[in-house]
């Protein structure tokens, strides 16, 4: 590899204004832009975007560094970065969606939906795909996980992994499984008679005010997107393996903005898009039919601690990203960067601690 593909970087303690939102208290304020630029230095993070919510409304957004080092171009609080596995949450709400409506059984097997799944030595419903607990199984090799393939429709992408035998009984253990939630955007598809990135658009994105959600499409123009880097050896930074995600749009193909996360939230707990008690269904820890834990509910992560947190991580070539939040305290954040394998947790928890009581 040329020495010239190698970066480090003396940028990140730079700060770069986005438009103002609603107002956050200006010490706070500078107390998250100094943890946010003493983390970008100790990782040799290129750039960040932040989204904060104080009693369920947006206070505070903004983009921190490069976003594309090759073209010097300054991050913001608009930056789009790939959201991962953040994915998986707004197709559980999809789904939850159409429970509501009677358009979709979360005890019926998948097949009632997409009948071009191969029945299995056990029955999978939606309720095991949406728990995690389905038998399905994650990635096999590096081949995967670096996908360039390109697909435009949900069901061809199931042929990477349908003929594969389940790793459990579905129902008895927990593996998180992107492919499950491939296979779970497939049935909410079905479910809705209408294409799952139309139907997430129409009743998740527009609903939520999440201007910039969409599927993170290798060809499309996707204004304010970010390049994505890795680190070397010696700590430098190289662009990121190529990958395609139409693959996984309903488990990890999307893109989108700290604000929209934080929108997406705001929403999720102000009864916008589901029902309060449908809400508090995907917030409650699922068990396997022996009864223990796991440590996720219908969509999202639940996160035990002095207060229950409820969020989402992804990680994907180029980035990493985080969905926080406190429901009953109406606070949530976002943190999201385009460099894979950081670790955005303390930060998120640096910043929560400034702004909480």
Same mark, same amino acid.
């Given at each position: ?24 208290? !200006? ?81 019926? $097997?998948?097949?009632?939906?997409? #009948?071009? &799944? !191969? ?14 607990? =389905? ?21 061809? !992408?199931?042929?990477?992994? /349908? ?6 009984? #579905? =129902? ?23 294409? &799952? ?7 998740? &994105? ?12 290798? &060809? ?50 102000? =009864? ?12 409650? $820890? /699922? ?7 796991? !440590?996720?509910?219908? =969509? ?58």
């Amino acid at each position: 590899m040329k020495s010239s593909a190698r970066v480090r970087l003396i940028l990140p303690l730079l700060l770069w204004p986005a438009p103002a939102q609603t107002p956050l208290d !200006p010490g706070k304020v500078r107390d998250i832009e100094r943890a946010v630029s003493a983390e970008m230095a100790r990782q040799n993070i290129p750039a960040i975007s932040v989204a904060v919510a104080v009693g369920g409304k947006m206070r505070w957004a903004n983009g921190f560094g490069i976003a594309d080092l090759e073209n010097f171009v300054p991050a913001k609080a608009a930056t789009v970065y790939r959201l991962g596995s953040i994915s998986k949450p707004i197709t559980a709400v999809a789904v939850m969606q159409l429970v509501e409506k009677g358009k979709l059984d979360l005890n019926a $097997r998948v097949q009632k939906y997409v #009948p071009q &799944f !191969p029945a299995k030595q056990w029955p999978v419903t939606v309720r095991h795909l949406l728990a995690h607990q =389905g038998g399905i199984r994650h990635y096999r090799d590096y081949s995967e996980i670096n996908h360039t393939l390109h697909y435009t429709d949900l069901l061809e !992408p199931l042929k990477i992994f /349908q003929n594969d035998p389940l790793q459990f009984e #579905p =129902g008895t253990a927990y593996l998180y499984s992107t492919y499950g939630y491939a296979l779970l955007g497939a049935v909410a598809e079905a479910a809705a008679g209408m294409k &799952f990135t139309d139907y997430i658009r129409e009743r998740i &994105f527009e609903p939520a005010g999440m201007r910039h959600t969409r599927p993170d499409d290798v &060809f499309a123009i996707i204004p304010n997107r970010a390049r994505g880097y890795r680190k070397v050896p010696g700590g430098g930074l190289e662009n990121c393996a190529l990958t395609d995600t139409s693959n996984k749009i309903p488990g990890g193909g999307l893109c989108g903005t700290a604000e929209d996360l934080v929108e997406f939230a705001i929403h999720m707990n102000a =009864g916008t898009l589901l029902k309060k008690e449908t809400v508090e269904q995907m917030y409650t $820890r /699922q068990k396997t039919r022996e009864g223990k834990p796991t !440590p996720y509910g219908l =969509g999202w992560q639940i996160i035990d601690g002095d207060r229950q947190w409820i969020g989402h991580g992804g990680a994907q070539q180029g980035v990493r990203t985080l969905l926080l939040m406190l429901p009953n305290e109406g606070f949530s954040v976002a943190v999201m960067c385009n460099l894979e394998l950081a670790n955005l947790e303390p930060l998120a928890g640096q910043i929560a601690k400034i702004v909480l009581p």
